[in-house]
């Protein structure tokens, strides 16, 4: 006699970002059905979070369909390794130590749980539904609060050892330069991340006295730097310049390592525009091994951030073994 199986055709994506945590229903041909999210600090306790989180899944996933219809759940998450399960010592995220996430919530919720580094699921997102569809070898670089990095060779995720491959942010571009949240100083992080843009900004006012409207700015941010970068003002135009010539060095290294077809940049820094990519691109130009200049496409994401990371979590989900404590 055949045994009948019950295929199911969803699964749940959860992108754990230092701000929000989105989580989203998602089928098998990547439409999102149900989505919703919570502030992350909300729950500065690790044990609090995986309980919250975990009861809010069970109750979207009960008010759309049940349980029966959910094969997997996937997990995104900075200082993440899909090797061991942890999330560890993550510079931007309150919960610190060795945290084994992935069997948290899977001993909570009773469904497979695959969990992996930020950067690498927005590679899959991009490689799945973005601006990577297709290719076979490329770098991902989100801009945020930190800076990951993930790059795909012969369409296969480069993970390494342990599962952290691809810390692009705490690659050294200054010796004895900026302390970061890692222990290190001269990190790339702390010149091209959020809190090393505005400190760049910092600077630039307190060794001069010329006019600029950043010195006007309630909220010092990358956006509202941005933003003043838009009405024309030169200091805030430089403070995108250095950040840029410091960003293209770094992927000007990377790109010359594992030769890619193109460096895709996500996150809201990216969202910078001309004011970061132009220095961007011209330093990176200048500093790539001669053989690639002009053959790497440097792009940005054309895909809305938090969308994109849900469904890269969800082709994660599809990936792990599959596992009930229901079946």
Known sequence: MMENYNTKTRVVGVDISNERTTYAIVDIRGNI??????????????NEFVGALSEKIVMLVEANGGYETIRSIGVSAPSASSTTGYVDNASNLPWKG??????MLRERIGLAVGLANDAHITALGE???GSAHGMQNFIIVSLGIGLGSCFFSESREHKGNLGYAGEFGHTCVADGGRECGCGHKGCLETYVGAKGIVRTAQEL??????PSLMRNLEDLSPRTIAECCNQGDEMAIEVYRRTGYMLGIGLANYASIVDPEAVILTGGISHAGRWLLGPTRE?????????????????VSELDDRERDVLGASVLAWSVPE???FK
Do not use: C, W
């Not at 006012?205 to 010329?210: F, N």
């Open 283 to 299: 330093s990176f130009d200048n500093h790539v091994f001669g053989n690639m200049r002009g053959k790497v496409k440097l792009v």
């Open 127 to 129: 490689q799945a539904f």
């Open 205 to 210: 006012m307190a060794a001069s006295d010329a």
């Open 323 to 325: 596992y009930s404590l």
């Open 33 to 46: 059905l149900a989505e919703e999210s919570f502030d992350t600090l909300l729950y500065p306790d690790v």
């Open 98 to 103: 060795h945290i084994p996430l992935a069997v």
